[in-house]
């Protein structure tokens, strides 16, 4: 199935190609058929606590012309910057990347910044989701020079650590209310490294494996692909009965 049509793809997305156990074949299948069976839907919470989370920065800021203290360390900001328009044509071949960064802000120097929120307990470098949240990133600074708010010079992650189960009694104890319970979060940050060539190459990839004619091979011993298989032969009567 050749595909003639400009690839759109959310910064997000694009982080998957630098994922380990990223599957070309599995990539090419999503973007040709949105609509997948046996999908899990995706908690609806988690972006529920990070629009929350975005609110208090802001909140924050107007009321102390700063960010909060767990920010410190992403520098003084001069002004929050919102961006409505979120998407733009990349510069090489013919994609478009879509993406909204949770906080975009400019410094006192001109030069902006960006954080994004996890709801998630840091554990660094383990993190297999890391190499896909510094894509994401690196494609939300992308997006941003491009629309020209630039140069973006620094990237944070905040993860906001739910309490540990130790903690929960003493915690229920200080946090019940009235109305119902409240839950702290305890933020760490963790600086992303900008990487401006990151985004060109995994577009060009991204749009290489889009446009194949052919369907990618997919990983070698993928228990998923095996079950596929015997869920084919089952419906198409070809394994027998
Ligand atoms: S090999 Fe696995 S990851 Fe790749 S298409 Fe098949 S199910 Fe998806």
Known sequence: MPSMKALQISAKDLGWL????????????????????YQTPFAGIFSSIDSYTKSIVEEHFEREGKLPEWLDKAGKAKRLVTVTQSGFVAPKGRSILTGVPDQLFERQDGSYGIIDYKTARYTGTQDSLMPVYEVQLNGYAYIAESLGYSPVNSLYLVYFEPPVREQFREFARKHT?????????????????????????????????????????????????????????????????
């Open 177 to 241: 209310t009235e109305g119902g319970f409240e839950m702290p979060f305890a933020p760490v940050l963790h600086r992303v490294k900008r990487d401006r060539e990151m985004i060109s190459r995994l577009i060009g990839m991204a749009e290489r494996i889009f446009s194949s004619e052919a369907i990618p091979k997919g990983l070698d011993g993928c228990e998923d692909c095996r079950r596929l298989e015997k869920l084919i032969r089952l419906v198409t009567g070809s394994e027998g009965r």
């Open 18 to 37: 630098n994922a380990s156990g990223f599957c070309e074949r599995c990539f090419w299948i999503k973007r040709h058929n949105k609509k997948l069976p």
